[in-house]
Structure formats: C-alpha cells, structure tokens
C-alpha cells in the first residue's frame, strides 16, 4: 500500500483559498482506533464554521470532515473485520482530529456505525450526520408523535429535507420554510404540507393554518429567526435549537420571561455517533435502496472540487446534501 494519502487540509481560518488538497502519509491508527477507507464525506455546517473562525478548541493545521462513510481499512484491536462498511461522525472528527475530507482517516472505534449496503457511496455519504441529527431532533429534541404539527424552520437544507421525510413517516403535519420563492416548489415534491415563503413573520402565516400554533418547531436557522418561531408555536409546544444556517446562536441579553412566549417549550438537540442507533441508519439505508424513502437531492464534488462545493455551501447554492467523493 502506498504509505500516503491525498486529503484536503485546511491551513488556518478563512477564505475557500486556505483549502488545499495535499499528500500527507498515510495515518496509522493506535489501539482503540480505527483506519477508514473513505468512500464519502458529508459536507455540513459545522465545517463551515471550522473554515470560518467560527468553531471553538480547533487546532491548525487540520483535516476537516465531521463524518465520513466507508470500509474498515485497518483495526490494531481486530474488532472490526477489513472491509466492513461503516459510518464515522462527530467525537471530534475534523476539530480536535484529522477528519473525513480525505482518502482516509483514522476515529476512535466508538464513533463508528456498521451498515451493510450496495447503494452508490454519494448516496451512503450523505445519510449519517444528517440521519443522526434528524432522527436525534424529532426523539430527544421533540418528542413528536403521529397526528402532530410540525413547522421545520430553514426546510430546504439537508437537514431541513431528512427531518420532513422522517416526521411525514411517523405520521406528522409538516410546514416548512425557505427564504427563496422559487423552492417552495422542491418542498412541496418532497412531501411538505405547507411550503412557506420566509417573510420573517411565519408565526402568522402558521397561526392562519393552525390558529393554536404548531405542535413542534425545529430550528435550523439560529437566534435571529427563534422568537418568531416560538411565536409560531402553541402552548405547551416545543421548539427545538438545533441548526445555525445563519451562523448565529448566541442570544445576547438573555430574559426568559419576556423572551419565551408563556407555555412555549425550548429545548436544544446535539448528538454523537451514539445517538444513531445501527439499526436506524440500517433501516434508512435499506429504505433508500428500495425507494420508499428519500432524504432529498445529493450533490456529489471530487476531492479536487472542494472549494468550489465550500463556495456552494456558505452561499446556499444547492437544495439537499453536498458530499464529497475522495
């Protein structure tokens, strides 16, 4: 085996420019680690961030990537048999270690999930970041059940997308918006209830479908858009924090009392590779080979084109997933 390895390094925070794809040796995994042959890497916000300046306990120079999909290329410990598929997220993944924008990289065993599947890995790629972080919002974040309302604020991400599908499966209502007129149409092919146009006062638009407000909230874009989205919200409904599109999550001058809306939950969702059970990413997995289910559109970029699908990301060129293809 050819004792190095092409990745994308990120030299120090800024501009798409600081993203250079280089040869670096091959990493060699110590016990309780494992060495990943990677056939995708999810692209997601959190990335953005690190690029940005914007994410805390970063060091440079650094491989980024919080997740990545592939084969089990070695494990010190043999736990887990050479080639098995598997899913690695989070734990630090392109922050505080090398992570997933390469040809490989080298977790710790216990950020890994196993999955046996023949679809494409553009198609595998873009499924456990955003499967954790969906599935985790609507269990742990919402708690939402079959018959309830659910409005999905920032509907046309990746996230946004996944979290339609899975609570459209569970049985729920769901409003979501985007900001941009011409995508309320991708919204509704996906299987949205009622597309809404962003104006920056969606509680009244809800509140003209749901007079009482929606059962349940997901917050994807950050602080600026929260209080119109607990406006949008009943009493004893709650409204889950869990994405940042706009860069934004501080709230500054915090009051509860006149900044929470009298009934209205708010809760937070961040999750781990622990937080995907096997048999959820399986049954997904399995879903999407058969087509009964889909997470949205995937836009695949080669290892060389990954300031142009940075470029993409930040400025919110794409409806769906980016995935990156080592």
């Known amino acids: 085996m050819d004792a190095t390895m092409r990745a994308v390094v990120l030299d120090a925070p800024g501009p798409v420019t600081n993203l250079h794809v280089r040869r670096l040796p091959l990493p060699e995994p110590p016990p309780g680690w494992i060495r ?12 953005l961030h690190t690029r940005l300046g914007l994410a805390d306990g970063v060091t440079f120079p650094r491989v980024p990537g919080i997740e990545a999909s592939g084969t089990v290329d070695a494990d010190p410990d043999g736990v887990l048999r050479p080639g098995q598929q598997v899913a690695a997220l989070m734990g630090g993944m392109g922050r505080v270690f090398d992570g997933g924008y390469a040809e490989y990289t080298v977790v710790p065993r216990a950020q890994v999930v196993p999955f046996t599947s023949d679809l494409p890995w553009a198609t595998i790629g873009a499924v456990p970041e955003t499967l954790q972080t969906a599935y985790g919002s609507l269990t742990t974040g919402l708690d939402l059940a079959a018959g309830q309302t659910l409005l999905i604020r920032g509907g046309t991400s990746a996230l946004g997308l996944a979290t339609a599908t899975l609570a459209k499966d569970l049985g729920a209502t769901v409003l979501a918006t985007t900001r941009r007129p011409e995508r309320l149409k991708h919204l509704a092919d996906h299987g949205v209830d009622h597309p809404l146009v962003d104006d920056g006062d969606v509680a009244a638009q809800v509140r003209r479908i749901l007079p009482d407000g929606a059962d349940a909230a997901l917050e994807l874009v950050g602080t600026p858009t929260l209080p119109d989205t607990l406006r949008a919200t009943r009493v004893h409904g709650t409204v889950c924090f869990t994405g940042m599109l706009s860069n ?3 709230v500054r001058d915090f009051y509860p009392l006149s900044y929470l809306p009298r009934g209205v939950r708010l809760s937070a969702y961040g999750g781990d590779a622990g937080d995907l059970p096997a048999d959820v990413l ?3 997995l399995d879903r999407l080979a058969t087509g009964e289910l889909t997470l949205g559109p995937v836009h695949a970029y ?9 470029r993409d990301l930040e400025e919110g060129r794409k409806v ?3 995935v990156g293809l080592p």
Do not use: M
Request: charged content about 25%; proline content about 0%.
């Open 36 to 47: 990943v042959k990677v056939g995708a890497f999810g692209l997601n916000r959190s990335e």
């Open 248 to 250: 934004e999550w501080t």
């Open 320 to 322: 769906g997933k980016l």
């Open 282 to 284: 399986q049954g997904c």
């Open 302 to 310: 080669a290892l060389d084109d990954i300031r142009a699908a940075h």
